[in-house]
């Protein structure tokens, strides 16, 4: 079974791929409680031949799918959970389904299915004994928190792979080659004493006046951290009543930088600034520890195997009505959106011009990094990794926005993920086929290269459980 028959093949099943992916996007689910979509993908991974694990600690709606034997060993990771209050139609104006419901803001009902959909077709190529090795599907939780594969890497999944590979929904085809920023969550809880706010204020101990103080204290740390470091929180619980005092208040707090050790040094000195609150309100404080994760590191030779793959594959081919549908949605975008967007992502301005990008840019990100974070961080300092983007939205599309679940919903999602998957299926053909086996020693020489003198540690604490909604 040859490459572009890998092709073929993901095109005569792009039937079930949609209507799987539409199943997700119709039913968006919270991050750890993805039931719906985790079971629908490994039904049909079961199915489809693949052994299937789901006895992974504390993780529900996290699972494993394999098929082959022997070496190399080749991951590829999938996302299923949506983002809050995003709820969406398909339509050019911001319409909820069901208000205050979440929706896929981040197309991650896409890029599961996609990252499938590869391993199905590699699959095909293995049993009809062209190529030989393991493929593996991994279906990880709860993204959007930052959490799902640095809970799975504790638990050891990831630490065999020979290389690992994914793809990310955006506005543009390209190699993700940058970095992303390490971070930590955690939420501040204080607690102190109430009392009536007008009639005994001195018998009171405020624990907003504790998250207040520790706000401003932070706002001052601001000054003497990294330009590219960032901070930022919201207050959970501000107490109740205006005339109590109130005794618990709680203030969650992402600390993100370009590199893990940065953010634990920042992280530490934050929980000196939450002490110095809770000691000048005569309040206590507790750490809740949510999520951490690395910074990405990805792997050049396998990123230019992926950017081949993708000219191989060829980008995805809009219709006039889903240029049409994109132009509405951009028309709904603020001033400034699409250029911002676009310097985020390193890309050429010139693409501002267009609606959807049906080219691959080669963009230049080695060692620049994107501002924000992913939890495939923590796969990428444990085995050489690798993904790109698909232009899964109009070009300058915001990701977790209303406009980005609108268009995951479309036609011009559904081509952007069945490119992706050919571009990952198409590289791990590549990896599998090569006899000689230099690709993956050169990757594995880069990873080598790359993490020497490193010893990776996870960041969760132990004792740490995933946060499962109710």
């Not at 993780?59 to 995003?86: S, W």
């Not at 990831?158 to 969550?185: E, G, I, T």
């Not at 601001?222 to 009543?241: F, L, P």
Request: glycine share 8%; net charge negative.
């Amino acid at each position: 079974m040859s490459k572009k028959k890998i092709f073929i093949w993901i095109d005569h099943r792009q039937d079930l791929f949609k209507d799987t992916a539409m199943k997700i996007w119709e039913n968006p689910e919270k991050p750890f409680a993805e039931f719906t979509a985790s079971s629908l993908q490994a039904d049909i991974l079961e199915k489809e031949g693949f052994t299937i694990r789901k006895d992974l600690k504390d993780l529900p709606t996290a699972f494993v799918a394999e098929y082959g034997n022997g070496r190399p060993v080749i991951g590829i990771t999938g996302e299923y959970d949506a983002l809050p209050k995003l709820s969406q139609k398909r339509v050019a104006q911001r319409a909820p389904v069901q208000e205050g419901a979440p929706g896929h803001g981040c197309g991650h009902n896409l890029l599961g299915v996609g990252g499938m959909a590869a391993a199905m077709a590699v699959k095909q190529a293995i049993a009809s004994g062209e190529i030989h090795g393991t493929i593996r599907y991994y279906g990880c939780p709860a993204e959007e928190v930052l959490a799902g594969k640095v809970f799975m890497q504790k638990e050891g999944v990831f630490d065999d792979l020979d290389a690992c590979f994914s793809w990310h929904p955006a506005s543009m085809n390209q190699v993700w080659s940058c970095s992303f920023l390490a971070v930590n969550s955690a939420v501040f809880h204080f607690s102190g004493i109430s009392a009536h706010a007008a009639a005994a204020p001195e018998m009171g101990r405020s624990a907003l006046k504790g998250v207040e103080l520790m706000n401003i204290g932070a706002h001052y740390l601001r000054e003497h951290i990294s330009d590219q470091a960032r901070m930022h929180c919201t207050i959970t619980n501000g107490g109740g009543e205006p005339n109590i005092v109130p005794a618990e208040a709680s203030v969650w707090y992402y600390v993100r930088a370009p590199k893990r050790d940065q953010v634990e040094d920042i992280f530490d000195r934050l929980k000196k600034v939450a002490e110095g609150a809770a000691m000048m309100t005569e309040t206590e404080v507790r750490v809740e520890f949510l999520a951490g994760c690395y910074d990405v590191l990805p792997n050049e030779v396998l990123g230019d195997l992926m950017y081949q793959n993708m000219l191989e594959a060829g980008p995805p081919k809009f219709s006039d009505a889903d240029k049409a549908f994109a132009r509405e949605l951009a028309a709904t975008f603020p001033r400034g959106q699409k250029e911002s967007v676009l310097r985020s992502y390193f890309a050429p301005a010139d693409l501002k011009e267009m609606d959807l990008h049906e080219g691959i840019v080669k963009t230049e990100g080695r060692g620049k990094v994107m501002a924000g974070s992913i939890d495939v961080g923590d796969i990428s300092w444990n085995v050489p990794f690798a993904q790109i983007t698909a232009a899964t939205w109009p070009v300058g599309t915001a990701s977790h926005t209303w406009q980005a679940a609108a268009a995951s919903g479309s036609d011009i999602g559904i081509k952007a993920m069945l490119f992706a998957a050919k571009t990952i299926a198409g590289s791990i053909f590549d990896l599998l086929a090569d006899s000689s086996g230099e690709i993956l020693k050169k990757s594995k020489q880069e990873f080598k290269e790359a993490t020497k003198g490193f010893t990776y540690k996870n960041p969760i604490p132990d004792g740490v459980k995933p946060k499962i909604p109710n």
